[in-house]
């Protein structure tokens, strides 16, 4: 059997698991304090850093030029990812989407970020985009671009929600990330600090959308502590490199957590294939 549908498989193992599931009805702290966010505002002006647009490229980050042609070339697959996540998203009232995958290599800061651009092109969210992933921080890195203030600094204590915020001049979207490993990400993680950070997003935003890069199922319990924070998880799996034992695992543990829909990365298929779920 070919790695495409050996992941196939266990994708068809979930859903059958999920059938015999009831719906999880507990209402995520960041969805409660948009009920109370009754009268718009504007958003705040986060400050704006600069960014290296070559890195960006060479990431294969979705960066569009003055035409709104994408140079990356990539972008259609990821509009597909955004149409179908968004139905979805909107259907289901989720506010906050986590991503993740089973291992490291999988792709999933990449596809965090690419859908971050894309979704705000759209023009119709005010999109946050967090790397959780305390361990192995990618964001900034790939955008070649520095936080105000490091998030592994605030979840420690320092600062406001508000500092930890940035703009890179794209419209609609806004970043927290990190460019510092931590050996302590689990307690950082499981702060107060997180719920925080969620929470004051709701109450400045009119329409918002956060996407989070957790860190791999499999490394830590780093992405479990985060997961009963967020309204659905985004599985990213890699063809050719992300082991059927492993993504059987993986939605395993995502089990009794909403599961938005399973990303096939790297995939020689038809763009149909791209998304699932």
């Not at 968004?86 to 989407?97: F, G, K, P, S, V």
């Not at 543990?253 to 990365?265: D, F, H, K, M, P």
């Amino acid at each position: 059997m070919t790695t495409r549908g050996r992941i196939h498989e266990a994708i068809d193992k979930a859903r059958e698991q999920r059938g015999n599931q009831q719906p999880r009805t507990t209402k995520r702290p960041i969805k409660a304090a948009a009920e109370r966010n009754i009268v718009e505002k504007p958003m705040p002006a986060f400050p704006e850093v600069s960014f290296d647009h070559a890195k960006c490229s060479s990431n294969r980050l979705l960066v569009w030029d003055n035409a709104g042609a994408s140079k990356s070339g990539s972008d259609a697959p990821y509009r597909v990812l955004r149409t179908r996540l968004l139905h979805r998203a909107r259907t289901n009232e989720w506010a906050i989407i986590g991503v993740t995958s089973p291992g490291q290599g999988d792709g999933k800061s990449l596809t965090a970020l690419n859908l971050a651009l894309s979704i705000a092109r759209e023009g119709n969210n005010d999109v946050f985009l967090i790397d959780f992933d305390m361990r192995r921080p990618k964001m900034c890195d790939y955008l070649g671009a520095s936080s105000p203030l490091d998030i592994t600094e605030f979840l420690a204590g320092a600062g406001h929600p508000q500092d930890v915020f940035f703009s890179i001049g794209v419209p609609n979207l806004t970043f927290a990330g990190s460019m510092t490993k931590s050996d302590q990400a689990s307690e950082l993680l499981a702060s107060n600090r997180v719920e925080e950070l969620l929470g004051y997003i709701c109450h400045v935003a009119p329409r918002p959308l956060v996407i989070v890069d957790l860190p791999p199922l499999l490394a830590t319990d780093d992405a479990l502590i985060v997961a009963p924070k967020v309204d659905a998880c985004l599985l990213v799996l890699a063809e050719g490199k992300t082991r059927r034992d492993s993504a059987t695992k993986a939605l395993e543990l995502l089990s009794e957590y909403e599961l938005a829909g399973i990303v096939l990365n790297r995939s020689s298929a038809m763009q149909e294939d791209y998304y699932s779920y």
